[in-house]
T-cell receptor
Framework: NAGVTQTPKFQVLKTGQSMTLQCAQD?????MSWYRQDPGMGLRLIHY???????DQGEVPNGYNVSRSTTEDFPLRLLSAAPSQTSVYFC?????????????FGSGTQLSVL | GNSVTQMEGPVTLSEEAFLTINCTYT??????LFWYVQYPGEGLQLLLK?????DKGSNKGFEATYRKETTSFHLEKGSVQVSDSAVYFC????????????FGRGTSLIVHP
């Protein structure tokens, strides 16, 4: 079982560049989400989706876009990268996003913006 | 709103020492509570959970009890190993429109031989 797959694992960007962080899951999960992890800040939710065609903003959505055209994929787009977006990004999913469910996490993407 | 407060780290222990990592929460509604663990260079994975008051979650020698009266879910282990060195996150799921998990800031545990 592949679980939640994130690509790339590492990325270096220059300020102003755009890129897409990929996230795919093969567990038929309806709920998918993106977090960023910064030292001393824990995990902060960027965007989430409760099914194909449905997305919503989390705690820190500015500078990021998402779409959910299929159940399996949930890409995160950085429109114009800024040094403040240097972080480790995690994609996570669960079957239906209900109260008792755990999240399955990808292994993360370490992004540096110069 | 929902929030989770964890003790700040790092927590540094010798092998075979007793571990407690404190976690308290505030939540609208009746949450489920979780502990996740993050080993170096990896994503988070579930360590244990509890879904109702007085439930005890346990896994790999770790335990935590859902205490509704004190709104706490402290993580304990009787004898830690070097391999337990990781970052531990307390989290809750509670209804707020939809079930969006709320995480604490994480506590780093370092275990020395």
């Amino acid at each position: 079982n592949a679980g939640v797959t994130q690509t790339p694992k590492f990325q270096v960007l220059k300020t102003g560049q755009s890129m897409t962080l990929q996230c795919a899951q093969d567990m038929n999960h309806e709920y998918m989400s993106w977090y960023r992890q910064d030292p001393g800040m824990g995990l902060r939710l960027i965007h989430y989706s409760v099914g194909a065609g449905i997305t919503d903003q989390g705690e820190v959505p500015n500078g990021y876009n998402v779409s959910r055209s299929t159940t399996e994929d949930f890409p995160l787009r950085l429109l114009s990268a800024a040094p403040s977006q240097t972080s480790v990004y995690f994609c996570a999913s669960s079957y239906s996003g209900t109260r008792d469910e755990k999240l399955f996490f990808g292994s993360g993407t370490q992004l540096s913006v110069l | 709103g929902n929030s989770v407060t964890q003790m700040e780290g790092p927590v540094t222990l010798s092998e075979e020492a007793f571990l407690t990592i404190n976690c308290t929460y505030t939540a609208t509604g009746y949450p489920s509570l979780f502990w996740y663990v993050q080993y170096p260079g990896e994503g988070l994975q579930l360590l244990l959970k509890a879904t109702k008051a007085d439930d005890k979650g346990s896994n790999k020698g770790f335990e935590a009890t859902y205490r509704k009266e004190t709104t706490s879910f402290h993580l304990e282990k009787g004898s830690v190993q070097v391999s337990d060195s990781a970052v531990y996150f307390c989290a809750l799921n509670s209804l707020g429109g939809s079930y969006i998990p709320t995480f604490g800031r994480g506590t780093s545990l370092i275990v020395h031989p």
